[in-house]
């Protein structure tokens, strides 16, 4: 069992930057994979990120080149640093580990929000 915590969520102006933060209560290094999902109201949840053990990453296109996927295995804690953020971005943003196949998120947790006022 995994338990995942996140923080940074919070309101913030259009433009403006923000670093959510996933902090896993066991080992992670040998994890698949780990990510950032979004689900805004009234839509699907969808993938914003996610980062492979080997450090390999992959980005929604909507936030690629605004976002930035991390992960400190020493810490057990992966990252989110999001830029020029928009309105569009305002969601409920969800960790997510896979420790066994990088596609399939085993592990969520409870979701931080993010509003950004234009």
């Known amino acids: 069992q995994v338990q995942l915590v996140e923080s940074g969520g919070g309101l913030v102006q259009a433009g403006g930057s923000l670093r959510l933060s996933c902090a896993a209560s066991?080992?992670?290094?040998?994890?698949?994979?780990m990510g950032w999902s979004r689900q805004a109201p009234g839509k699907q949840r969808e993938l914003v990120a996610l980062?492979?053990?080997?450090?390999?990453?992959n980005y929604a296109d909507s936030v690629k080149g605004r976002f930035t996927i991390s992960r400190d295995n020493a810490k057990n804690t992966v990252y989110l640093q999001m830029n020029s953020l928009k309105p569009e971005d305002t969601a409920v943003y969800y960790c997510?580990?896979?420790?066994?196949?990088?596609?399939?998120?085993?592990?969520w947790g409870q979701g931080t929000q993010v509003t950004v006022s234009s």
């Open positions: 997510y580990a896979s420790p066994v196949n990088i596609g399939v998120p085993d592990y």
């Open positions: 066991r080992i992670i290094f040998s994890f698949k994979a």
């Open positions: 980062i492979t053990s080997g450090t390999s990453t």
